[in-house]
């Protein structure tokens, strides 16, 4: 199992940036595709952004493209989300997720906060 603490939410303004931070422990990091998921209050979890187990590989929500740049520093057991150009739209809980080559994401952190005020 690998367990994941998310960092790095808060309030910005619209316009603004923040970067999100995902710590992994457990089994080793670099075995698992690794993604970041959002829900908005009253609205279904939904995709942001994933990475391949070595980071070569990256894929984007509509909504993130341009915006949103997923990475991960395997020797630091860490993915990271740069988000910028925020707007409220992009206000929701965030959460980091670990999936097993060809499985489905199912180990998630706890979740962690991003408030985008106009």
């Known amino acids: 199992q690998v367990q994941l603490v998310e960092s790095g939410g808060g309030l910005v303004q619209a316009g603004g940036s923040l970067r999100l931070s995902c710590a992994a422990s457990?089994?080793?990091?670099?075995?698992?595709?690794m993604g970041w998921f959002r829900q908005g209050s009253g609205k279904e979890r939904e995709f942001v952004a994933e990475?391949?187990?070595?980071?070569?590989?990256?894929s984007y929500a509509d909504s993130a493209k341009g915006r949103f740049t997923i990475s991960r520093d395997n020797a630091k057991n860490t993915v990271y989300l740069q988000m910028n150009s925020l707007n409220t739209e992009d206000t929701a809980v965030y959460y980091c997720?670990?999936?097993?080559?060809?499985?489905?994401?199912?180990?998630w952190g706890q979740g962690t906060q991003v408030t985008v005020s106009s």
């Open positions: 997720s670990a999936a097993s080559p060809g499985g489905p994401y199912d180990y």
């Open positions: 457990g089994r080793s990091f670099s075995n698992y595709n």
């Open positions: 990475i391949s187990r070595g980071g070569g590989r990256t």
